[in-house]
């Protein structure tokens, strides 16, 4: 197996930390429940009673990190998961828990409960 350069390393980090807080880890999970589409960022406020400020406040924080993508249509502004993104970190993690030393089973993350 390569060895993961040390800018994918801190890349995944500052993923991870990004979605460390419970407001932005329960944007991320909205978000993806609405894959391909997303949603308009109010309904991501009020779903999540998160006021704008600081709703907008961890959309920056998402985005920055490349994990939610924002496009403007009209005066709405929607927000989707970064699939691609997210593959890339699960990928990273994956290949130390599952494959290199069997920690963890592959089947028992592949299933949802």
Not at 71 to 98: G, I
Request: glycine fraction near 6%; aromatic fraction near 4%; include cysteine.
């Amino acid at each position: 197996m390569a060895k993961t350069k040390q800018e994918d390393v801190t890349r995944f980090a500052d993923m991870l930390g990004a979605m460390g807080t419970e407001p932005r880890l329960k944007i991320m999970r909205l978000l993806l429940s609405a894959h391909p589409d997303g949603m308009v960022v109010g309904e991501i406020g009020s779903e999540l009673e998160i006021s704008p400020s600081t709703l907008s406040h961890h959309l920056d924080k998402l985005k920055n990190e490349g994990l939610v993508s924002v496009r403007r249509d009209k005066t709405f502004l929607w927000c989707s998961a970064n699939v691609k993104s997210l593959e890339e970190l699960l990928a990273f993690l994956y290949a130390e828990c599952c494959t290199r030393n069997k920690a963890i089973e592959p089947r028992k993350i592949v299933c949802c409960k």
